[in-house]
């Protein structure tokens, strides 16, 4: 494969470009956030890439959607099957890192620290708003079990949709299915948080904030 061009944008980001650094690092990546669903060039911008370990030491990373960036918190909010490996590895090691990719803009977040679960009534509120298939989804799937075939979890999908009187092959109204009780959100709390913008001949800002007591220390990086 060949090495990319510096990738775009050439421009410099406002936030980034300019000493002192912002003191207050989530404002800039929700603005990110945000100028990605925009921009609209790239699917699914909330995706992140999200490293954990297990009790061994072990790293693993995957995907998820992250639901919300908290700025006030500097925290980030995804969900999950709380007894997939990713929440096993998370309950035996309470840490996560995510990284954000936003492509199509030149930008690139790494975001690090503590991860709890989110209140039952936060899961809930967001479980609520779920089509109603993966509602349905969620109680059937044993997150990352073997399966044995794929019809044997579309048959397990139609018997948990009967249960709840909901019928998958007729979208409409639909009876509220609660949550079930190991899928839920998570809460990323940062105590790190590194921003990278392209710029060009890879002389890129980049710049990292730790949380102190109660606000950040930040520090430009060299590219
Ligand atoms: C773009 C994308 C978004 C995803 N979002 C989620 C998500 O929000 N929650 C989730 O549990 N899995 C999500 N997945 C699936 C995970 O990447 C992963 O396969 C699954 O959670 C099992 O991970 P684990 O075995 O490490 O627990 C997503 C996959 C992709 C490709």
């Given at each position: ?15 980034l470009s300019e000493d002192p650094l912002p003191s207050e690092p989530f404002p800039i990546l929700a ?7 925009e921009d609209g060039r790239q699917p699914s911008p909330h995706a992140v890439a999200l490293a954990t ?105 139609e018997r948990r949709a009967a249960a709840f009187g909901v019928d998958l092959a007729a979208p409409g ?51």
């Amino acid at each position: 494969m060949t090495d990319p061009p510096s990738a775009p944008p050439a421009w410099p980001d406002r936030w980034l470009s300019e000493d002192p650094l912002p003191s207050e690092p989530f404002p800039i990546l929700a603005n990110w956030l945000t100028e990605a669903f925009e921009d609209g060039r790239q699917p699914s911008p909330h995706a992140v890439a999200l490293a954990t370990v297990d009790a061994a030491g072990d790293p693993a990373v995957r995907m998820v959607l992250v639901q919300a960036i908290e700025a006030d918190a500097g925290a980030l909010v995804f969900h999950s099957h709380r007894d997939s490996p990713k929440g096993r590895e998370l309950a035996a090691h309470p840490r996560a890192s995510a990284a954000f990719h936003f492509s199509a803009l030149g930008r690139q977040a790494r975001v690090s620290g503590p991860v709890g679960h989110v209140a039952d009534v936060e899961s809930d509120a967001y479980f609520a708003t779920r089509p109603v298939d993966s509602q349905i989804g969620a109680w059937v799937s044993r997150q990352s079990e073997p399966l044995e075939s794929r019809a044997a979890l579309v048959a397990a999908m139609e018997r948990r949709a009967a249960a709840f009187g909901v019928d998958l092959a007729a979208p409409g109204p639909s009876p509220a299915i609660p949550r079930p009780r190991g899928w839920g959100g998570f809460r990323l709390r940062a105590d790190r948080i590194e921003l990278w913008h392209s710029r060009p001949g890879r002389v890129h800002d980049r710049a990292v904030w730790q949380r102190t007591g109660s606000g950040w220390t930040s520090q430009r990086l060299q590219p």
